[in-house]
């Protein structure tokens, strides 16, 4: 965990987020706290991931979700040296 992420008002933050039950509350709170290209960047990074996870190009994945090839280079090196918070959510998901 990056120390410099782990303050109180981060605490609270994830506090906060831990305690939606629904996607209705998600989408409420997330559409509070968010602008909606702030969202739909962090939509984008995870959607990326998931298309990293299945192996698909960064052309294809470029394609599909618009992100730029630095974005996805991004994205792929927390995949591979990062927390594996990505992995976490993946193995939750299925």
Do not use: W
């Amino acid at each position: 965990m990056n120390k410099k992420l782990q303050t109180n008002a981060v605490d609270q933050l994830f506090d906060a987020v831990l305690c939606l039950k629904t996607k209705e509350e998600c989408y409420a709170f997330f559409e509070d706290l968010c602008t909606v290209n702030e969202l739909l960047s962090l939509s984008q990074r995870f959607e990326v991931a998931a298309m990293l996870k299945k192996h698909k190009t960064y052309l294809e994945i470029a394609e599909k979700t618009g992100a730029s090839t630095a974005t996805i280079s991004r994205v792929n090196r927390s995949l591979n040296y990062g927390n594996d918070g990505y992995t976490m959510i993946f193995e939750r998901l299925t």
